[in-house]
């Protein structure tokens, strides 16, 4: 008999990618912790370092049209190695 957790995942995994995320990103924020800021604040650093690097043409970045793309038709992004 499934648990509520199984109808729960099932449901969320008939979301799209988008939707998927923006579950996953309420269900971190139900756990609000002090933590919780300082790592906010981390990837809020991490977010504008990478801009301004693919700002000055030091990385290059992918569409996210193109990346949901991928994900949508099951193709990874990931190296074999970092799977």
Known sequence: MPTRLDEVLD????????????FVEQI???FESPERKQID???????????EASERGEIQSTPAKEVFD??????????PKER
């Open 28 to 30: 971190f924020a139900s």
């Open 41 to 51: 604040q981390l990837w809020a650093q991490e977010a504008e370092d990478c801009l």
């Open 70 to 79: 991928d994900i949508n038709r099951g193709k990874s992004r990931l190296s």
């Open 11 to 22: 449901e969320a995994f008939k979301l799209g990618p988008m939707e998927r995320a923006g």
